[in-house]
């Protein structure tokens, strides 16, 4: 059966994160994830953690520092010490927090100069994450939402990944991105299953809960079901109002969701 985490960077994100852990936890939610917590001093986050028994799965990369990149800088060519010292502070700011994934963002370039500046921030990522038992995750975005990110395809991630060698290094599969842009959303998670790490979604093309739009998620939850996987699904997309009432698929995939 399907488990499913909270992303509250979407979901309950106008209450302040200890406050978001809360509120997934009375809604059901088997685990949480977030995007950029790094405002919230990590004693608050793991009291809340710690008070609901629930486990915060990922975070991202800051989008920038020092006034350098959007989305990101890790692929920015000329800017490689910089990318490095942010990992290192997103990796300490994760293991104060319990986190067992960070997502390594890109940023804004292309060429072959900047696919080197990124293969080189994330072989530093993965041998600094491995000592803490940590993974690496890269995602393609869709061109559609995010023109001008670096990573932009699931072949583009293989080749990476690929290239990196590094058994923490592992792809972040956004069903949402992928039908944006490439579609066959089952057979494109058939094929990559075991480059996968973790799983998110949102219906398509509106990124909306995923009872909406135009992919089947009872056929996508069953094939993972058939494929084996086991580990909760990301709820990252953006609720029509109050977040608690955005629920509704949750009785459908997950019965009984506040028991």
């Not at 793991?46 to 990101?72: C, H, Q, V, W, Y």
């Not at 900047?114 to 038992?133: E, I, N, R, Y």
């Not at 992928?178 to 089952?186: D, M, N, W």
Request: hydrophobic content about 45%.
């Amino acid at each position: 059966m399907v488990t499913f985490s909270a992303n509250l960077g979407f979901l309950w994100a106008d209450l302040p994160l200890p406050a978001a852990i809360r509120a997934a936890k009375a809604a059901g939610f088997d685990a949480v994830e977030c995007h950029w917590p790094y405002a919230t001093p990590p004693a608050e986050i793991t009291a809340a953690l710690k008070d609901t028994g629930l486990e915060m799965l990922g975070l991202n990369t800051p989008k920038s520092a020092g006034g350098i990149g959007r989305f990101g800088l890790s692929a920015l060519p000329g800017h490689e010490a910089l990318a490095r010292a942010v990992i290192d502070q997103s990796l300490s700011f994760a293991a104060e927090i319990g986190v067992r994934s960070l997502h390594v963002m890109a940023g804004m370039a292309s060429g072959a100069a900047a696919q080197a500046s990124f293969c080189t921030a994330l072989s530093h990522a993965c041998h600094q994450a491995q000592q803490g038992g940590m993974t690496i995750l890269i995602e393609p975005l869709n061109r559609h939402d995010a023109p001008g990110y670096f990573l932009n395809s699931l072949a583009q991630a293989e080749e990476i990944i690929t290239s990196v060698n590094h058994p923490n290094l592992k792809l972040m599969f956004d069903c949402y991105h992928v039908g944006r842009t490439e579609g066959h959303v089952i057979a494109q998670l058939q094929a990559r299953l075991p480059l996968i790490g973790h799983i998110q979604f949102a219906s398509i093309p509106n990124r909306k809960s995923p009872d909406q739009g135009t992919l089947d998620y009872t056929e996508v939850f069953a094939a993972l079901d058939r494929l084996g996987w086991s580990r909760p699904l990301g709820a990252e997309y953006h609720p029509d109002g109050a977040t608690g009432n955005s629920l509704d698929w949750m009785n459908k995939y997950k019965p009984n969701p506040s028991a």
